[in-house]
């Protein structure tokens, strides 16, 4: 009897719930006003829990930030945060002192291995107009040979992510933005070398699907054992092997069957992340990812000593002007203009 391709659906919540090696997904959309001379919001504050602001007001959030949106400087051990800005733009600083600005269509891939401080703040440099971010901030995990690797981050340039657009029976366009693995003849770029999906055998995959009305589409299946799921986060209803699902849900799928999706009657927006499990044991909390509860107790003691090499920058919510355009510096004083 053939397994059922749906293992799973959930409805979506903040974050997303993922499988291993998966850790956390959050897909944040903010319609941000106008920009002011700080890079912040042009607009009050007031009624916001400034340093905790994650509910949207006015269509945007503030998140941790008081004067500039985003999440000013804070630790990671254990694992690899990969941030996919579709919109808008993320400026980066990291206690090693590190640097850039990346977005509209760009990704980020960072191990934190060892331990690594970094910010990330959302500057709206736009005066004139409304600036809106949305982005997937995805948590990869490490395992246990790869916990204590060198920290470090690689920038995947959108010039470099293949965009595919296809077109089904009847001439509706599928589009796929490639932000890892493979699809047909296309290859994302690589990610940071420790990562585990720096080896193709795990099969890790990240991809941005867009859908035309009534497209249909369908996902080849793996070569090996993995974890798929699909986050159907715009549009209304798909259908997938007969089961209509409406907006806002997760499907956890059988990686090794051929799976078809038919959209319905609007534009519809999917992310896949899909990979081969680590299938080690979790230990989590908050920004520490370790495999047991003696090694999360071992990160905060470590982070108390050494702040993971301390804060080289004056503030924790490091912006780059409002001249400076798309850069990466890396800590050994290679820059990248772009």
């Known amino acids: ?128 107009e409304k600036n809106t971010t949305e982005l997937f901030q995805i948590w990869l995990n490490l395992p246990a040979a790869s916990k204590f690797v060198t920290p470090t981050y690689k920038m995947l340039w959108s010039e470099s992510i293949p965009k595919i657009i296809l077109k089904d029976n009847n001439q509706k366009n599928i589009e796929i933005d490639l932000a890892a693995g493979k699809y047909l003849n296309f290859t994302a770029p690589s990610p940071a070398p420790d990562s585990w999906a720096a080896d193709p055998e795990n099969e890790v995959n990240i991809w941005h699907i867009k859908l035309d009305e009534n497209a249909v589409w369908e996902i080849p299946p793996s070569i090996g054992k993995v974890n798929r799921s699909i986050y159907f986060f715009q549009g209304e209803i798909i259908t997938v092997e007969g089961n209509k699902i409406q907006r806002n849900h997760v499907l956890e799928l059988d990686g090794s069957q051929e799976i078809t999706i038919e959209n319905g009657s609007k534009p519809a927006r999917l992310l896949l992340l899909q990979g081969k499990p680590i299938g080690e044991p979790v230990a989590q909390y908050g920004p520490f990812v370790m495999n047991t509860m003696t090694e999360i107790q071992q990160a905060f003691s470590d982070y108390q000593k050494t702040r993971f090499g301390g804060w080289p920058w004056p503030r924790t919510d490091v912006v780059h002007g409002k001249e400076r355009g798309r850069f990466a510096r890396f800590d050994n004083g290679e820059e990248i203009i772009k």
């Open 1 to 128: 009897m053939k397994p059922a391709a749906i293992r799973q659906i959930r409805q979506l919540g903040f974050p997303w719930v993922t499988q291993d090696p998966f850790l956390f997904c959050v897909h944040h959309l903010d319609f941000y006003p106008e920009g002011n001379d700080k890079l912040g919001p042009d607009a009050s504050l007031a009624g916001r829990n400034i340093g905790n602001d994650f509910e949207i007001k006015d269509g945007w959030r503030m998140y941790h930030g008081d004067t500039i949106p985003g999440f000013p400087a804070h630790p990671h051990r254990g694992f690899e945060t990969v941030t996919f800005v579709l919109q808008g733009l993320v400026d980066h600083a990291d206690s090693n002192g590190a640097a850039g600005r990346y977005g509209n269509g760009d990704v980020q891939w960072m191990t934190a291995g060892s331990g690594l401080q970094h910010s990330e703040m959302f500057p709206l440099l736009k005066q004139d």
